[in-house]
């Protein structure tokens, strides 16, 4: 859970967010060919008005940038979506 909080205090700290939730998919990709236990399948939820404001494209750039070095390290594919 440690991971999920960090993750989380680093989207609050830069986007100042109403709502986030993170949601483990990684279970649902086990069987996949390139699975790698050590890296997460995550869904993001995020209810902002700052990231609704934006196009879409930009949002999601928002959020890869904030999240670059878990990106890098232990987020395998990042499902994101802004309510």
Known sequence: MEFFDTVKEKINKKINP????LV???HLHRKHKSFD???FHLKIIVKSKKLKSMNRVMAHKEIFNI???EMS???HALE???Q
Request: glycine share 0%; net charge neutral.
């Open 80 to 82: 994101i979506e802004i």
């Open 18 to 21: 109403e709502n986030i939730i």
């Open 24 to 26: 483990d998919n990684s």
């Open 73 to 75: 390290k232990k987020i």
């Open 67 to 69: 999240l670059k070095d």
């Open 37 to 39: 236990a050590n890296k």
